[in-house]
Antibody, heavy 125, light 110 residues
Framework: EVQLLESGGGFVQVGGSLRLSCEAS????????MAWVRQAPGKGLEWVSA????????YYADSVKGRFTISRDNSQKTFYLQMNSLRAEDTALYFC??????????????????WGQGTMVTVSS | QSVLTQAPSTSGTPGQRVTISCSGS????????VHWYQQLPGAAPKLLIF???QRPSGVPDRFSGSKFDTSASLAISGLRSEDEADYYC???????????FGGGTKLTVL
């Protein structure tokens, strides 16, 4: 069964750091680009970042550029979101997602076909 | 303010057909695929329609998608109580170099 499992969420103070993890199973992990999408309490979905299958190309939303870093370890079938200089507006449920089409080299601008259950990040002052 | 525009809410009665619209621009919907996600209460989003009108395996054919110019629509026929959820459209935006989402439409089944 294709599955994604996030971990690493929690409470952190403004200016602090947190690293989220997403472990994949059920598909050839290194063939696919992966993404993070977040949802603030009571709000809609916001794409955060994406990384290609090889782990050497990435995109970021303007709201997190320079503060967040996406990476992956294909040997562990896991990818990460390192979040630094956290702000109150980063408070959200963070979902990891698989991008539908093959994306080892490029990042396909395609649908997110598999989602994790989400991990909550709360940034408070 | 979302890049893609959706009505905040809509409703229908069981068995009815409802349509949810999504409006964008030439930089996103006009030049890229549109995808639709269903988010049931308390759950993660689920891909409902991809590449404008394709249904993933397991999605009933009651759900259909279409796109015309810079707008897209999701139609749900034979409405059921279990369809009550939030529905989001999404597309890649060539100018922002980002995936963009609509603000979501909350569907209530009366």
């Amino acid at each position: 069964e294709v599955q994604l499992l996030e971990s690493g969420g929690g409470f952190v103070q403004v200016g602090g750091s947190l690293r989220l993890s997403c472990e994949a199973s059920g598909f050839t992990f290194n063939n696919y680009a992966m993404a993070w999408v977040r949802q603030a309490p009571g709000k809609g979905l916001e794409w955060v970042s994406a990384i290609n299958g090889r782990g050497d190309n990435s995109y970021y939303a303007d709201s997190v550029k320079g503060r967040f870093t996406i990476s992956r370890d294909n040997s562990q079938k896991t990818f990460y979101l390192q979040m630094n200089s956290l702000r109150a507006e980063d408070t959200a449920l963070y979902f990891c997602a698989k991008i539908f089409w093959f994306g080892a080299v490029n990042i396909p601008t395609d649908a997110f076909d598999i989602w994790g259950q989400g991990t909550m990040v709360t940034v408070s002052s | 303010q979302s890049v893609l525009t959706q009505a905040p809410s809509t409703s229908g009665t069981p068995g009815q057909r409802v349509t949810i619209s999504c409006s964008g621009s030439s930089f996103n919907i006009g030049n890229n695929y549109v995808h639709w996600y269903q988010q049931l209460p308390g759950a993660a989003p689920k891909l409902l329609i991809f590449r404008n009108n394709q249904r993933p395996s397991g999605v009933p054919d009651r759900f259909s998608g279409s796109k015309f110019d810079t707008s897209a629509s999701l139609a749900i026929s034979g409405l059921r109580s279990e369809d009550e959820a939030d529905y989001y459209c999404a597309a890649w935006d060539d100018t922002l170099n980002a995936w963009v989402f609509g603000g979501g439409t909350k569907l209530t089944v009366l």
